[in-house]
């Protein structure tokens, strides 16, 4: 089955369920007089809404490149998760709205027995469905279906503490609907917010993980005659779509034959194994001045905020070394710059320096 049929069957199947839930939770809620109830019927309303935004996001985001958008729609994926967490932060104000007042002035409730059944069937049901579509979407990696799951969990709790207020006003004659709802409904507006935040990461574009672009780097170093891989960027365009570009470090005697050859096996390599096309640069590696590579290593080495340097390279001719260097981001980038041109130049006066100040994007 594929990514998008999975997303599409799962949200069904969130649509099926919390319809059954709002058409007896909202009966139960008039039956009993319950704003706690009632506002869990709401709240599992909306959740049958986010279920049908994100079936309609993952369609369009299916759509095939065109002219128009040559990378595709995947992007759109963000935009439904965006929607299902604001549609979360809205139900979760909304509770609170209602909620608050409670606490002053609360409600006279009937609870009976069929009620206290449905209200724990509840909650076992909307936490084996949290379980089931966060598990889900964490597997295909759908935002907008770990939003939905972890929705779902809050409801639970939302059902839970319904189920336990009700307990106590019928044992003690003490509401506690109001309280219960408030602290329910803060945590709610509080789970929206960061799913909102997690999202517009990925959209604005967030570093690289750590895990992946250490396992493509060493991917690509496994492959004969690859000396290092620098420079990785990852661009994200869609939760399964990734295109990037990196540079590979490779004997300077290497034909146009040779690197050609070389550079279509580690794309082939690094499509097979994470889905992801690379635009490959080259770095070529001269052994001729390996013993000044080797004193410029050691000059960097007593800086802290230096985290790497990578395209060593000497040009007889025109008396220039090219290197590039990554500085940290919270550093005096040009005044360390500044000193390792001066200490690299003092030992080797002759030669002319370009020093490319590259970014920290990944690890």
Request: some cysteine; aromatic content about 8%; glycine content about 6%.
């Amino acid at each position: 089955m594929s990514r998008q049929s999975k997303i599409v069957k799962t949200s069904i199947i969130e649509i099926g369920v919390n319809l059954i839930l709002v058409a007896f939770k909202a009966s139960i809620g008039i039956l009993t007089n319950s704003i706690a109830i009632t506002l869990d019927a709401i709240n599992n309303l909306t959740d049958a809404l986010s279920s049908i935004i994100t079936i309609i996001g993952t369609k369009l985001a299916g759509k095939a490149p065109d002219k128009n958008h040559p990378y595709g729609y995947g992007r759109i994926e963000y935009f439904s998760s965006i929607i299902v967490s604001a549609i979360v932060l809205w139900a979760g104000i909304t509770a609170l709205m209602e909620s608050w007042p409670k606490i002053f002035t609360p409600d006279i409730t009937n609870y009976t027995t069929i009620s206290l059944i449905i209200i724990a069937v509840a909650v076992v049901v909307k936490f084996a469905l949290g379980t089931y579509v966060k598990r889900v979407g964490e597997k295909i990696n759908s935002q907008a279906l770990v939003a939905s799951g972890s929705d779902s969990y809050f409801d639970a709790i939302l059902s839970l503490s319904t189920l336990v207020a009700a307990i106590i006003s019928i044992f003690f004659h003490i509401s506690l609907e109001g309280i219960l709802g408030v602290i329910i409904s803060i945590a709610i507006i509080k789970s929206s917010i960061d799913m909102i935040k997690e999202t517009l990461n990925h959209m604005i574009g967030a570093r690289i993980d750590s895990d992946l672009s250490n396992k493509i780097k060493s991917s690509i170093c496994e492959v004969p005659g690859v000396y290092g891989a620098y420079d990785l960027s990852l661009h994200n365009y869609g939760p399964e779509d990734m295109i990037g570009s990196v540079h590979i470090e490779v004997d300077d005697t290497l034909t146009a034959l040779d690197i050609h050859t070389l550079t279509r096996t580690i794309q082939g390599k690094i499509y097979s194994e994470f889905s992801i096309a690379l635009t490959i640069g080259i770095y070529a590696k001269n052994d001729k001045y390996e013993d000044m590579r080797k004193e410029l290593s050691e000059i960097v080495s007593s800086y802290e905020e230096i985290l790497e340097i990578h395209g060593f390279l000497v040009l007889e001719e025109q008396n220039l070394v090219m290197f590039d260097i990554i500085v940290d981001f919270d550093a005096d980038r040009q005044k360390v710059k500044e000193e390792i041109l001066e200490k690299i130049k003092a030992k080797y006066p002759k030669f002319n320096y370009c020093i490319v100040d590259d970014y920290d994007i990944s690890d």
